[in-house]
C-alpha cells in the first residue's frame, strides 16, 4: 500500500515497547484507510499487548497484508462479492501471529460482511462473533470495535432492538477510548435505529444529524452517504420533507460517485418515496424502476425484496388494488427468502388492506392470520422472554388489525388463535409436555437469596400481618431472578396451531365462554368472543372507559387491591358484552368459563356486579384458564375423571393465625395434615389426588412470588416446573395465581404453573387474602363442598353462603373475591 503512515507504522508495529511504538508514530496523522488506520488505533491503544505486536514480520509481508485488506473493501464497496470473499478467504492464510491475529480477525469481519450482503445471515454472524471473540482473547479492541457495529445492525434485523443497542453501546465506548470519530459516528448512527425502533423519532433524527456532522469531519464519503440516507429517511417519515430531499439527493450522489450498490438501492427508494408521498406517481415509478434495476443487477435479494415492495405501494398508491395484491405476493416471497420479519409483515399488511378494499373481507382475514403465525414463529425461535415480548410489542399493530379482520369475517376460529397468541404461549409450552424436570442451579440461589434478604427485610412483623401475605420489596437481584425465570419459561414457547376450531370445539358445551382482552395496539378498547351454550359465537368490542382503566390500575396495585369493594368493581362489568350479562341473570343456574388476557387477570371476577344486589360469584358457577390452549389440554385431562376426593393432605404454615380448616366438615373432606414442610413439598410434586397448603405468599418485583412454607423453607415457582402436582390444589396464601407485572404475557405464577403440571382444578388467590375468620370461613366452606362436586360449583356454593350475610356485601373485597377457581368448568 502506498502511503505515507505505511512504513512507520511497520516500525511501530515491531517495536519492543509501547513507549518506542509512540515514539515512532509521533507527527503520524491517523490514516483514512482502514486497513492502516486499524493499526494505528491498535499501536496507540494502552490496553494493547507488549511489543512487538508481530515478531519477525517482513515489509514484503506487511505491503501484502495492507493491500489485500484493502482491495476486499473495496470490491465489497463495488458489489463484486465473489471477488471480496476469495480474498478474504486468501487473506486469512496470511496471519503472522499466533497469539496477536489482527489479520486474522480482519479476514473474519471481511467474511461476515461478503455474508451480509449476501442475506447469508447465519455465517455472518458466526464470521462477526469470531471476530469478537479473537479481539477480546488477543487484547485487539479496535477488531472488536469493527465487529460490534455489524452484530448491532443484524440484531436490529433479526434478534432485538435491546441486543442491537447493547452492540452499538459497546462501540460507541470502544470508539471513544480508542479517539476514532469514524466508528464513533458509525456507533450513533446504528444508535438513531435503535432510536427509531424504539419510536423515538426526534431522538433518532439527532443521532443521525450527530453522525453526518460526524463523518463529514473526518472525510468519509460512504460514511456521509449512510447518515445523510438515514437522517433524510427520518425526515421523510416525520414529515419534513423540504430538509428529507437535499439529504437524500446528496446520498443518492455519493453512493453513485462510491459506487456502492447496496446504498444506491436504499437511496433510490427513499427518492421514490418522497414523490410517492406527493403523489407524483410517474417520477416516483422512475426511482423505484432503477432501484429494482440496481438491486437485480448486483445480486442483492435485500434490496431486491425492498424494491419489489416499492413497486407493490406504487400500485397501491395509484389505488391498482388487485395489481398491489399481486405485487405484495411478490415481495412477500423475496422477504421470506431472507427471512425479514419486517418485510414479510408490512407485505402482508398491505396485501390485507388492499384485499379489504376489494370487499374480500375472508382473504383479508386469512392474510391477517397468516402475518400472526409469522411473527409467533419468529417469536418463538427467540429462546429468552425479553426478545419474545419485545417483538410482541414491536407488532402490536399487526395482532390488533388481525382481531379486527376476523371480528369482520366474524371467525371465532380464528379469533381464538390471535387472542391465544395474546394470552401468551409458554404456558401452553409447558402443558403439551415442553419442559423436562427442573434443573435450576444459579436460579435456585437467585431465588434463596432473595426470600432471605424479604426475610430479614420483615424480622419480627409476622405477628401484626393482617393479610395471608405481604407487600414486595424490590432487592438488587430481581432482575437476575425474573431473566433466569423468564428465559427458561422462554424456552417452551409454542408456536399456535393454524386452526382454532379444536379450540373451540374442546370447550364444555353446557357453559358461557367469555375470551376477553384489551387491544394491544388501543389501550381504550376491549375485544370478546362470547359464546352462550347452544348459541353461535359472538365477536365485539365495548369501550374501555377511563373509569374502567382506573380499576385495572388498582388492581396492579398491592396497596390499592385491599382497598376495593364490590361497587368499585361496576365499571368493568360495563365493559363486558351487555348480552352476555342479561343471559347470566336471565338464567337460573349458569356456568360461564372466562379467559381474561393481561391486566384483565387481575380482575377478582367473582365480586363483579352483574346488577344492583347481584354478584358474579353467588349467580354463576364459573372459573378462569390462561388461554384456550390450556382449556384444550384440561379438558382432555378431565375425561374419565372424577371429583370425588374425600381426603386431602395438608400443610399450615405456622405463621398463619386464622385459617386452621377448623371450620371444614370432616365428616365430607377428611383431612390428612402433613408433619413437616418437608413433606408438603415431597407432596406437592408427587402426583397426589388433593392437597391444601396455608401459608404466607409475597409477591417479590423479579422472582414473581413465593410461599413461606416455614421458616426458611419457601415454595417458589420454578418448584413446581416438571412435577406432578395434585390433581386439586388449594393455595390459601396471597397472589398465589397473581401476575406481578401488567405487561402482556402468559399469568405465569404459583398456580397456572400447577396446571401446566398436572393439577386439574386450583383454588388460589388474585391478590391479597384475608388472614380473618370471615376469610377462613369462606375457604373452609369451598374447601368443604369440593367433595363430589367441581370446584367452581364449590366457589359459587360457598360465595352464595357467604354473601346472603348482607353486610358482606360491604366488606372489602379481600376478605373473600381474590379466591377463584382457576382451570375450567365441567359437570
Given at each position: ?12 508495529w515491531?517495536?519492543q ?25 491498535h ?32 470490491a ?20 503472522p ?10 479476514a ?16 455472518a ?8 471473540s479473537?479481539?477480546?482473547g ?7 470495535l ?15 432492538g435491546?441486543t ?10 470502544l ?17 438513531a435505529?435503535c432510536a427509531e425502533?424504539?419510536?423515538d ?7 443521525a444529524r450527530?453522525?453526518?456532522?460526524a ?5 468519509s ?5 449512510n447518515?445523510?440516507?438515514r ?6 417519515r ?5 430538509e428529507?430531499?437535499?439529504?437524500l ?15 444506491l438501492t436504499?437511496?433510490l ?6 414523490f410517492?408521498?406527493?403523489r ?19 445480486r ?13 405501494r ?14 405484495f ?10 427471512d ?14 388492499a ?13 391477517r392470520?397468516?402475518?400472526?403465525y ?9 429462546r429468552?422472554e ?9 407488532f402490536?399493530l399487526?395482532?390488533?388489525?388481525a ?9 371465532a376460529?380464528?379469533?381464538a388463535?390471535?387472542a391465544d ?23 435456585d ?15 419480627d ?11 414486595g ?6 432482575g ?17 396451531a393454524r ?6 370445539a374442546?370447550?364444555p358445551?353446557?357453559?358461557h ?11 381504550n378498547?376491549?375485544w ?5 351454550p ?24 398491592a396497596?390499592?387491591r ?9 365499571p368493568?362489568a ?12 336471565d ?32 349467580h ?14 384440561l ?8 371429583a370425588s ?17 377448623a371450620?371444614v366438615?370432616?365428616?365430607r373432606?377428611?383431612?390428612?395434615p402433613?408433619?413437616?414442610s418437608?413433606?408438603?413439598r415431597a ?24 410461599l413461606?412454607l ?26 398465589a ?7 402482556p ?27 380473618s ?11 368443604s363442598?369440593m ?13 352464595r ?9 360491604g366488606?372489602?373485597l379481600?376478605?373473600?373475591?381474590p ?9
Amino acid at each position: 500500500m502506498d502511503h505515507p503512515a505505511t512504513l512507520p507504522l511497520l516500525r511501530a508495529w515491531s517495536a519492543q515497547d509501547r513507549a518506542a511504538r509512540l515514539m515512532l508514530l509521533d507527527g503520524v496523522e491517523p490514516p483514512g484507510p482502514v486497513a492502516l488506520r486499524s493499526r494505528y488505533r491498535h499501536l496507540h491503544d494502552p490496553c494493547a499487548p507488549l511489543g512487538p505486536l508481530s515478531p519477525g514480520l517482513e515489509e514484503t509481508a506487511w505491503h501484502t497484508i495492507l493491500d489485500l485488506e484493502t482491495e476486499g473493501d473495496l470490491a465489497l464497496q463495488s458489489g463484486d462479492l465473489d471477488r471480496a470473499a476469495a480474498i478474504f478467504e486468501r487473506l486469512a492464510g496470511f496471519e503472522p501471529t499466533a497469539g496477536h491475529r489482527v489479520v486474522l480477525v480482519h479476514a473474519r469481519i471481511g467474511t461476515g460482511d461478503v455474508a451480509r450482503a449476501r442475506d447469508r445471515i447465519d455465517d455472518a454472524i458466526d464470521a462477526y462473533e469470531e471476530a469478537v471473540s479473537v479481539a477480546v482473547g488477543d487484547g485487539y479492541r479496535f477488531g472488536e470495535l469493527r465487529a460490534s457495529v455489524p452484530l448491532g445492525y443484524l440484531s436490529l434485523a433479526y434478534s432485538t432492538g435491546r441486543t442491537a443497542e447493547e452492540w452499538f453501546r459497546r462501540a460507541e465506548t470502544l470508539a471513544t477510548e480508542l479517539g476514532d470519530l469514524l466508528y464513533g459516528a458509525n456507533a450513533a448512527l446504528g444508535l438513531a435505529e435503535c432510536a427509531e425502533r424504539a419510536k423515538d423519532l426526534d431522538g433518532a433524527i439527532e443521532l443521525a444529524r450527530t453522525a453526518f456532522a460526524a463523518f463529514t469531519r473526518v472525510g468519509s464519503p460512504i460514511g456521509r452517504a449512510n447518515a445523510a440516507h438515514r437522517a433524510g429517511a427520518l425526515l421523510h417519515r416525520a414529515g419534513r420533507l423540504d430538509e428529507a430531499v437535499p439529504l437524500l439527493e446528496e446520498a443518492h450522489g455519493l453512493y453513485t460517485e462510491i459506487g456502492d450498490p447496496v446504498g444506491l438501492t436504499n437511496t433510490l427508494s427513499g427518492l421514490g418515496d418522497l414523490f410517492l408521498d406527493r403523489r407524483e406517481f410517474d417520477v416516483a415509478q422512475r426511482w423505484y424502476a432503477e432501484g429494482l434495476r440496481q438491486a437485480e443487477a448486483a445480486r442483492l435479494p435485500r434490496a431486491r425484496a425492498h424494491a419489489l415492495q416499492d413497486m407493490a405501494r406504487l400500485a397501491r398508491g395509484r389505488g391498482e388494488w388487485q395489481q398491489a395484491i399481486e405485487e405484495f405476493g411478490r415481495s412477500l416471497a423475496a422477504y421470506r427468502e431472507i427471512d425479514d420479519i419486517g418485510g414479510i409483515w408490512h407485505a402482508l399488511d398491505k396485501m390485507a388492506e388492499a384485499q379489504a378494499h376489494l370487499g374480500q373481507v375472508e382473504a383479508a382475514a386469512r392474510t391477517r392470520l397468516e402475518s400472526i403465525y409469522s411473527i409467533e414463529e419468529f417469536r418463538a425461535a427467540h429462546r429468552d422472554e425479553s426478545s419474545q415480548r419485545e417483538y410482541r410489542d414491536r407488532f402490536e399493530l399487526a395482532y390488533s388489525r388481525a382481531l379486527a379482520a376476523v371480528a369482520d369475517a366474524d371467525d371465532a376460529a380464528a379469533f381464538a388463535v390471535v387472542a391465544d397468541c395474546l394470552a401468551g404461549r409458554r404456558l401452553a409450552g409447558l402443558i403439551a409436555g415442553g419442559m423436562p424436570d427442573k434443573a435450576f442451579g444459579e436460579l435456585d440461589l437467585l431465588q434463596d437469596l432473595l426470600v432471605r434478604a424479604d426475610q430479614r427485610l420483615r424480622g419480627d412483623r409476622r405477628d401484626r400481618i393482617r393479610l395471608l401475605g405481604a407487600f414486595g420489596i424490590r432487592h438488587g437481584l430481581a432482575g437476575q431472578a425474573e431473566a433466569s425465570l423468564d428465559d427458561q419459561l422462554a424456552a417452551v414457547y409454542l408456536p399456535p396451531a393454524r386452526d382454532g376450531k379444536p379450540m373451540l370445539a374442546a370447550l364444555p358445551p353446557a357453559a358461557h365462554l367469555l375470551y376477553v382482552l384489551v387491544d394491544p395496539a388501543e389501550v381504550n378498547r376491549i375485544w370478546w368472543l362470547w359464546r352462550a351454550p347452544d348459541r353461535p359465537y359472538r365477536i365485539g368490542t365495548t369501550a374501555l372507559d377511563e373509569a374502567a382503566r382506573e380499576v385495572l390500575g388498582r388492581l396492579g396495585d398491592a396497596n390499592e387491591r385491599i382497598n376495593l369493594f364490590i361497587e368499585d368493581l361496576r365499571p368493568m362489568a360495563a365493559a363486558l358484552p351487555p348480552e352476555l350479562l342479561r343471559s347470566l341473570l336471565d338464567e337460573p343456574e349458569p356456568t360461564l368459563l372466562i379467559v381474561p388476557v393481561g391486566a384483565l387477570w387481575m380482575v377478582p371476577w367473582g365480586g363483579l356486579p352483574l346488577a344492583d344486589g347481584v354478584v358474579l360469584g353467588e349467580h354463576v358457577r364459573y372459573a378462569v384458564c390462561p388461554s384456550l390452549t390450556v382449556q384444550r389440554q384440561l379438558a382432555a385431562r378431565r375425561k374419565g375423571l372424577s371429583a370425588s376426593s374425600v381426603t386431602a393432605d395438608t400443610w399450615r404454615s405456622p405463621y398463619v393465625l386464622h385459617h386452621d380448616l377448623a371450620g371444614v366438615d370432616t365428616r365430607r373432606l377428611g383431612l390428612r395434615p402433613l408433619a413437616t414442610s418437608g413433606d408438603a413439598r415431597a407432596r406437592l410434586r408427587d402426583g397426589g389426588e388433593m392437597m391444601v397448603v396455608i401459608s404466607h405468599g409475597r409477591p417479590v418485583p423479579g422472582l414473581g412470588h413465593y410461599l413461606e412454607l416455614d421458616r426458611d423453607d419457601w415454595l417458589v415457582p420454578a418448584d413446581l416446573i416438571g412435577a406432578s402436582t395434585p390433581r386439586r390444589l388449594a393455595l390459601l396464601a396471597c397472589g398465589a395465581a397473581s401476575i406481578t407485572t401488567m405487561r402482556p404475557s402468559d399469568p405465569v405464577s404459583l398456580a397456572t404453573l400447577a396446571l401446566a403440571s398436572r393439577s386439574d382444578e386450583v383454588l388460589a388467590t388474585l391478590g391479597e387474602l384475608s388472614d380473618s375468620k370471615q376469610a377462613a370461613r369462606y375457604a373452609d366452606e369451598i374447601l368443604s363442598g369440593m367433595v363430589n362436586t367441581t370446584l367452581p360449583e364449590a366457589v359459587h356454593r360457598a360465595t352464595r353462603s357467604l354473601l346472603a350475610d348482607g353486610d358482606m356485601k360491604g366488606e372489602p373485597l379481600f376478605y373473600w373475591a381474590p379466591l377463584v377457581a382457576i382451570g375450567t368448568v365441567h359437570r
